[in-house]
């Protein structure tokens, strides 16, 4: 088993973080050898009697894009309901283009109902939405002229021009059982956040073993389809900028390379880390960690 891609999750809401902090965040990773940047795409949170809330994700991809030179970029994950698909498919293209074709598109049917009352999006009907979205969208990124009449989303005759360079691969972000039917007959890769396997190689290794069946349900080779997981690290010295969850424990980073490693082994191509902290100095040491 070869070693996996390792990439690195960017702040969304642990602290507030201006832009050029991001800037040297992202090269740090960099720097420090990391293959991926990804960034969480959500308008705002609200519980606890807190409300906290991001960059827009779009935008902040698209700056990335400008400032990295190496790694791949993508959103964990997008959320189909924020944009109409086709409007989406067009911010892809464009960040492709700016990034020189480092884009994954992560994408997913979101999940929190707060943000997308807040800001006025429908969150009824949630998954049928996404899967009308989701064929827009990856057949405009394949190049295909698209031409559709759901009860949602409708397009006539639309085409991305200028023309993509290449195509954006597909990542879906999810284990919901309507998601995935329709995403892995033709998504690049499936991705998984930590608490859905309980953070160890053990607990993926079982999930993995699930989207294999889901695959094959799909009329899909398991193979054609790269895995990734999401990770929780605490580097030591941290503010617990991420709470404790005793269903998923975080991994020290002393221990990070041996758990590489054994996610390697039970089937991750590419391990996402999320940091806590998430900072310049969290960056550095877990590149060193990784040699």
Same mark, same amino acid.
């Given at each position: ?78 959320? =189909? ?6 409007? =989406? ?13 480092? $884009? ?16 006025? $999006? ?18 405009? $990124? ?150």
């Amino acid at each position: 088993m070869s070693f996996p891609k390792v990439g690195i999750q960017l702040p969304e809401v642990e602290r507030d973080v201006r832009w050029p902090e991001y800037v040297r965040l992202a090269r740090a990773a960099e720097e420090s050898g990391f293959d991926s940047v990804w960034i969480g795409d959500h308008h705002l949170y609200r519980g606890d009697g807190r409300e906290r809330g991001p960059w827009e994700a779009w935008t902040l991809l698209a700056g990335l894009a400008a400032v990295t030179t190496r790694v791949r970029l993508g959103p964990l994950v997008a959320c =189909l309901g924020f944009h109409p698909p086709g409007v =989406l498919a067009r911010m892809a293209a464009s960040v492709d283009e700016i990034s020189g074709g480092r $884009l994954t598109l992560g994408v997913g049917a979101g999940w929190n109902p707060a943000e997308f009352d807040a800001f006025g $999006l429908p969150f009824d009907h949630r998954v049928a939405r996404f899967e009308e979205a989701f064929e827009v969208v990856r057949l405009l $990124l394949a190049g295909e002229r698209v031409t559709a009449s759901g009860r949602f989303h409708r397009a006539h005759d639309a085409v991305l021009l200028p023309p993509p360079s290449r195509r954006v691969p597909l990542m879906v972000g999810s284990s919901g059982e309507r998601v995935l039917a329709a995403t892995l007959p033709h998504v690049d890769a499936w991705n998984t956040w930590y608490d859905g396997f309980g953070n160890t190689p053990e607990g993926f290794a079982t999930r993995n073993a699930w989207i294999d069946e889901r695959c094959h349900a799909a009329g899909r080779d398991p193979m054609q389809v790269a895995r990734s997981a999401c990770l929780l690290v605490r580097v030591a010295g941290g503010r617990g900028e991420r709470p404790a969850d005793p269903d998923a424990p975080a991994v020290a980073d002393t221990d990070l390379p041996r758990t590489i490693v054994a996610m390697g082994e039970a089937g991750a191509g590419e391990v996402i880390l999320v940091a806590d902290p998430i900072d310049e100095s969290s960056i550095r040491t877990l590149g060193e960690r990784l040699g």
